[in-house]
């Protein structure tokens, strides 16, 4: 009987880190999304970047702004991207980490050597500390993704100022202003 449980404590031991290989898959598939994402809209940008450069012979309203936002939101997707692709690397490197720890508990448990205790333990905190810098990563990946998104929010803004006619223009309260609006909260 005292085998018995000492196998089913073992086997429970080595189920422990599948809560953490699922949230490793959870973080992956998440982040494999948000990095198509933005892949697609790089894609994007490129093409209005390319029609944009062709038309400027053409007096295009706003021109040199328009050039200059495009330039700017394609340098922070390629941080972006970059960022989502370190943080995959982690997240899968994670992954096999906390399967090698199920792995290690079921051996250092077969061994029966206590002085292996400390592997599957390692592994565990180096799979622990993976996903909190792959998580760091995501939160500064996020921040640069506000920005941007804030960016394209004013760029919006000034654009619509510039070309909407001015009865259009006057609809809006003279002290309404989307862009300090963002900066107060």
Same mark, same amino acid.
């Given at each position: 009987?005292?085998?018995? $449980?000492?196998?089913?404590?073992?086997?429970?031991?080595?189920?422990?880190?599948?809560?953490?290989?699922?949230?490793?898959?959870?973080?992956?598939?998440?982040? $494999?999304?948000?990095?198509?994402?933005?892949?697609?809209?790089?894609?994007?940008?490129?093409?209005?970047?390319?029609?944009?450069?062709?038309? &400027?012979?053409?007096?295009?309203?706003? *021109?040199?702004?328009?050039? $200059?936002?495009? *330039?700017?939101?394609?340098?922070?997707?390629?941080?972006?991207?970059?960022?989502? &692709?370190? @943080?995959?690397?982690?997240?899968?490197?994670?992954?096999?980490?906390?399967?090698?720890?199920?792995?290690?508990?079921?051996?250092?448990?077969?061994?029966?050597?206590?002085?292996?205790?400390?592997?599957?333990?390692?592994?565990?905190?180096?799979?622990?500390?993976?996903? *909190?810098?792959?998580?760091?990563?995501?939160?500064?990946? @996020?921040?640069?993704? !506000?920005? @941007?998104?804030?960016?394209?929010?004013?760029?919006?803004?000034?654009?619509?100022?510039?070309?909407?006619?001015?009865?259009?223009? !006057?609809?809006?309260?003279?002290?309404?202003?989307?862009?300090?609006?963002?900066?107060?909260?």
């Amino acid at each position: 009987m005292e085998a018995l $449980s000492s196998a089913v404590a073992v086997l429970t031991a080595m189920i422990t880190p599948a809560v953490l290989i699922s949230a490793c898959g959870a973080l992956i598939l998440s982040t $494999s999304t948000r990095l198509g994402r933005v892949v697609d809209r790089v894609r994007m940008l490129i093409e209005r970047f390319e029609e944009t450069m062709k038309t &400027q012979e053409e007096g295009v309203e706003m *021109f040199e702004e328009r050039r $200059s936002f495009l *330039f700017n939101q394609l340098d922070k997707l390629t941080t972006r991207t970059r960022l989502l &692709q370190r @943080s995959m690397r982690v997240f899968y490197l994670a992954l096999g980490v906390f399967v090698a720890t199920s792995v290690a508990i079921g051996l250092v448990a077969a061994v029966g050597h206590p002085s292996y205790a400390w592997l599957p333990v390692v592994l565990g905190l180096a799979g622990a500390c993976g996903l *909190f810098y792959g998580s760091v990563l995501l939160i500064h990946e @996020s921040r640069i993704a !506000q920005e @941007s998104l804030n960016a394209e929010m004013d760029f919006i803004w000034k654009l619509g100022r510039a070309l909407a006619p001015p009865d259009l223009r !006057q609809t809006r309260s003279p002290h309404f202003n989307p862009l300090t609006l963002r900066r107060k909260l």
